[in-house]
């Protein structure tokens, strides 16, 4: 979907007065899958907020990445009722899977590895979300096959 | 599109609609929230369509995807109407059955029934399920019920009559007097009297003020305002719109999660109905009366729970709290007077103006009135939400309600209130369950979260657990929350790691009440209380990490060591190739070793090994 | 008037006041780190705190946001109060014990060896820079950024803001001398206030005036906005 600036400066101008700062801020994430540095300056330019207060915001909630994220995103639970159910061996699979630790992003900007503090799905814990999809009841050997299916399926759209 | 501008307009309606719906009709009801969607319960649904279809009966049978009734433990989760029965752990390969007996025959097949773990009883109906039964269902009486997505399905089963009563038939006071006199104390933990806050704001100068309701539930384990807005939201929109005619507001926000993207969804559907019913926006129910409500998503930060932090983040700014006086209802959103509620307590404001302030109170204790709702999960059988009278024992809702512990565990805690909240052990199972009983055992009723412990949980590394989680969630503004849980994580990983010291336990415990008294606002202000109830009730768990460098649960990784049990390893070698560090040796169909200096105690090999081979010491 | 007592004394103070103003009006010492009488109150250091009996028994409060209502007994010196500010300082001097002010303090309320230690940082994050930068001066060159236990004081990205007018308030409110001009501007001049580029704006967020400074002409920021738009775009995004 094109994303032009000007568009993005018009949106601004657009929501007017009630414009919310952390709304267009999350628009931009989830287009750009980042806070890219030129658009926080142009949302604070076209928005008249400080450039300081833009930054602060984008580093203060967690929602934010200043750097690009993976296309797809893996996030474990670590809520209370996962971690006694047996998060942590979850979430020490995929690091070693993905060689990367919660927050990171493979080399290849394929994958993000997240940890998630409740999604509310206590009942099926451990759970793991990758890309919207929730699966529940996570073992060590369903994260295996969870991410022999989600690397399969990524080597696939690269050739495309 | 029917606009209601009047109340005889709603009743009207209500009726037609009623009138439309044959309570004989075939109608299959499917739990489509978070939960059972996160168990297949979508491919489920889409297959029984198609089957239905296929079938030739789509016609004759309507499908339903409601939200969560709470039986998580047991989804997905149907019940066949008009007969009631209720099915769970549907598969896919349950459908064609389904459709060819139960549907098209009556017939109730065995596998897909409850079976009490305990007498062994089968149990068909829903409304028998003792999981239900033990319940008193008052806000959640809907989700499972209704299409959450459907206002008609809302106001078919009484909705928006509260609305018209409390515009037509009484004064903004007297609704306040009538919530007042309910009794109804704040549910998102804070247990402050909801009339006395409403009356607070109204009482406050000013013609621009706002409501707002607080979804920003974070409390690792609680998902019952998650539930009510995916699986009812109008009652939301329904108490919010009936406080704010009442204080005086025309603006109201509600602050959702970004993690809830169900919730939020359900909700905008839910407030566009309502405005093209003329149920919100411009002169609802045709009583002059200008309200609307805006979704603000939140973006990953647990403090913004806080009423000050929350408003902060509405207004664009970072979610720092800021002192208090003033309070929201002087001085809130852009300085104007505002009332903050949580989810449950908004859902139950539609109850109590059609009931009537004694039905509230006609449950409850003297000073908790009303039900509540827990969300049961951790070491418990019957993992879900339950609604239950204010006062209930510990001892019944864990084991009455929630089916006792699995496995044949020992009860150990029960942890109550999130992060902010204490644990309760054993010798006060009996505790009832309200705001004072708990606050006097160092606990807090808290926004719902319930999680069970037994006997395999480590206390001390429950409490370093939720620190962990408060040094990632804290603010960082004031001195004692920034680096007094800094420096009480710190001490307690020591403890985890076998490095613990003489006076670290007091310590904690000096830390943690400065902490609770000095903080700015209360995230610092509870999230010492995990520590200190564990202190308080398991010392002796904490002095065996310090004094033995033991941990008697076996979980914290610097006072375990995995062995191979060389009489049952078969050498299958399972274990050595996923070793993630290679400290496992051994040639094929030969006892494997672990090497106890390379090894980082993972788990992996004791989760892989299909012959229980490997122990834990 | 309203009528208060302060550690047995009876004052009088004129409504809105604060308890820690009204303290100060009578020479009455309590002891804060990020109080300012130029700025709003901002709660974050808890030194100012006081315990306080309003009804519902005995409180502590931060006395540089709290009301005075009439007959509000105050205590400045009590236990509570002393064990308070002796665990807010001991837990400053984890990371700041070189710190002068921190150390006077320990000093004054018989505070030792912190029990924990921390990295040092001249920083306290009493916010009073930030504060004032928007508050008072109105020009926000620099913010509070990431959170919890990362909080620190910064320029937007790290480098050296070009919103900043040099005007030394920061280096002038600061308690510890953790700021210093060339943290913000990068040690060299890159501001000549009558060839600057600023534009007077009202803050959409909080309605304070704040001088905008022009970035870079809008040609080149659409430009480069749409590289990254390209960029992402070419590795797929959904």
Same mark, same amino acid.
């Given at each position: ?160 | 599109?029917?606009?209601? +501008? ?5 009743? =009207? ?15 299959? +009801? ?37 939200? !969560?009734?709470?039986? !998580? ?107 007042? +006199? ?33 979804? =920003? ?86 403090? !913004? ?52 302030? =004694? ?85 807090? #009723? ?36 920034? #680096? ?30 400065? #902490? ?10 509870? #999230? ?11 010392? =002796? ?77 | ?16 006041? &604060? ?8 020479? %009455? ?58 665990? &807010? ?59 919890? %236990? ?8 790290? %480098? ?23 943290? %913000? ?34 040609? &080149? ?15 797929? &995004?959904?």
């Amino acid at each position: 979907m094109d994303f032009e600036a000007r568009e993005l400066a018009e949106t601004i101008e657009q929501n007017g007065a009630d414009a919310s700062l952390i709304s267009i801020l999350e628009e931009i994430q989830g287009r750009y899958r980042y806070l890219p540095q030129e658009a926080m300056i142009l949302v604070s330019e076209r928005l008249g907020v400080p450039l300081s207060q833009v930054y602060s915001v984008a580093t203060f909630y967690h929602a934010f990445s200043l750097v690009p994220r993976g296309r797809h995103t893996i996030s474990v639970c670590t809520g209370t009722a996962c971690h006694v159910r047996g998060a942590v061996q979850v979430l020490n699979r995929l690091e070693t899977g993905l060689g990367v630790r919660p927050g990171e992003t493979t080399r290849d900007r394929q994958f993000t590895l997240e940890t998630v503090n409740c999604l509310g799905c206590c009942a099926l814990g451990p759970v793991v979300v990758l890309d919207g999809e929730y699966e529940g009841q996570m073992t060590t050997k369903k994260v295996d096959k969870l991410m022999k299916r989600s690397m399969h399926q990524a080597a696939g759209e690269s050739d495309d | 599109m029917i606009e209601l +501008r009047s109340q005889r307009a709603l009743i =009207d309606y209500r009726q037609r609609i009623q009138a439309t719906t044959d309570p004989q009709q075939r109608r299959i +009801r499917v739990c489509d929230g978070t939960g059972c969607r996160a168990l297949g319960s979508r491919k489920v649904l889409a297959l029984l369509q198609e089957t239905l279809q296929e079938a030739g009966l789509a016609g004759e049978v309507e499908v339903v995807p409601t939200g !969560c009734p709470g039986f !998580c433990e047991l989804g997905p989760l149907f019940t066949i109407d008009p007969e009631q029965i209720a099915y769970n752990r549907v598969g896919v390969d349950d459908i064609p059955a389904i459709v060819a007996k139960t549907i098209a025959q009556g017939e109730i097949i065995d596998g897909l029934v409850f079976v009490d773990p305990v007498t062994g009883q089968t149990i068909i109906h829903d409304n028998d399920l003792p999981f239900y039964t033990k319940q008193m269902r008052r806000v959640l009486e809907l989700n499972g019920q209704i299409d959450p997505t459907s206002i008609e399905d809302y106001i078919a089963h009484g909705g928006y009559v509260a609305l018209g009563t409390a515009l037509y038939e009484m004064a903004p006071e007297h609704v306040i007097e009538e919530v007042k +006199r309910s009794g109804l104390r704040g549910r998102g933990g804070a247990g402050f009297s909801t009339g006395t806050k409403w009356h607070l704001c109204r009482q406050s100068p000013g013609d621009v003020k706002y409501v707002i309701c607080n979804a =920003d539930e974070g409390d690792p384990g609680a998902f019952m305002d998650r539930s009510i807005l995916e699986g009812n939201p109008h009652s939301v929109v329904e108490g919010m719109t009936i406080g704010a005619h009442a204080i005086g507001a025309t603006q109201g926000y509600v602050y959702i999660r970004n993690e809830y993207p169900l919730a939020v969804q359900n909700l905008r559907i839910a407030l566009q109905q309502a405005r093209e019913h003329g149920l919100l926006g411009d002169d609802i129910l045709g009583f002059g009366f200008d309200f609307d409500i805006e979704i603000r998503v939140g973006s990953g930060a647990f403090v !913004c729970g806080e009423e000050t932090a929350l408003m902060a983040s509405i207004e664009g700014k970072i979610g720092e709290p800021r002192p208090r006086p003033p309070y929201p209802a002087q001085s809130g959103l852009w300085g104007k007077p505002t009332n903050i509620n949580n989810v449950k307590t908004w859902a139950n404001i539609p109850l109590i103006i059609r009931n009537g302030a =004694d039905w509230f109170a006609s449950v409850g204790t003297e000073k908790s009135k009303g039900t509540m709702i827990f969300s049961l999960v951790g070491k418990i059988r019957n993992t879900g939400l339950v609604e239950v009278p204010m006062g209930i024992s510990l001892r019944e809702l864990i084991y009455d309600v929630g089916g006792g512990i699995p496995g044949g565990k020992g009860f150990k805690a029960a942890q109550i209130g999130g992060p902010s909240g204490g644990c309760i052990p054993k010798e006060h199972l009996d505790v009832p369950v309200d705001y004072e009983s708990l606050a006097a055992l160092g606990a807090i #009723v808290g926004s719902g979260g319930l999680v069970v412990t037994d006997e395999d949980t480590c206390m001390v590394d429950l409490a370093r657990y939720f620190l962990k989680f408060t040094q990632e969630e804290s603010c960082g503004k004031c001195v004692p929350c920034r #680096v007094g849980t800094r420096a009480m994580l710190e001490t307690l990983e020591r403890i985890c790691a076998g490095r613990g010291r003489e006076g670290d336990v007091e310590y904690l415990v000096e830390l943690g009440q400065e #902490v609770k008294r000095s903080s700015l606002c209360a995230l610092g202000g509870t #999230v010492p209380n995990p520590v200190l109830t564990t202190i308080r009730y398991f010392r =002796d768990e904490y002095e065996a990490h310090v004094y033995d460098k033991k941990c008697p649960a076996k979980v914290c990784k610097g006072l375990i060591t995995y062995e191979v049990v060389a009489a049952s390893c078969t050498g299958c070698m399972v274990c050595a190739r996923n070793c993630p560090v290679g400290a496992i040796t051994g040639e094929k169909k030969q006892p494997h070793v672990i090497d106890p200096e390379v090894c980082t105690r993972c788990g992996v090999c004791h989760a892989l090994c299909n012959f229980d081979a490997i122990t834990v010491h | 008037m309203l009528h208060i007592a302060i550690d047995g004394q009876e004052i009088e103070t004129e409504a809105g006041r &604060t308890v820690l103003e009204a303290a100060r009006e009578h020479a %009455i010492y309590i002891p804060t780190l990020c109080y300012h009488e130029a700025m709003e109150p901002f709660g974050a250091c808890r030194l100012c705190m006081v315990e306080v009996e309003a009804g519902r028994g005995r409180q502590l409060v931060a006395s540089c946001a709290y009301p005075c209502v009439d007959g509000l007994i105050v205590h400045t010196n009590s236990d509570a109060v002393l064990h308070s500010r002796r665990i &807010t300082v001991e837990l400053l001097m984890a990371s700041s014990a070189h710190v002068p002010i921190v150390r006077q303090l320990a000093d004054e309320l018989g505070v030792g060896e912190p029990r924990f230690a921390m990295e040092r940082n001249d920083c306290i994050l009493c916010g009073l820079c930030v504060r004032a930068c928007h508050e008072i001066v109105g020009v926000g060159a620099i913010s509070v950024i990431d959170r919890g %236990i990362e909080k620190k004081v910064s320029p937007p990205f790290h %480098i050296a803001s070009n919103a900043c007018i040099e005007c030394g308030t920061c280096v002038l409110v600061c308690p510890t001398g953790a700021i210093t001009l060339a943290d %913000i501007t990068g040690g060299a001049r890159t501001v000549h206030p009558s060839q600057s580029e600023f534009e007077d704006v009202d803050c959409r967020i909080c309605g304070h005036h704040y001088l905008a400074p022009g970035f870079v002409d809008h040609a &080149t920021l659409f430009a480069k906005v749409e590289a990254v738009a390209s960029a992402v775009k070419g590795e797929g &995004t959904p």
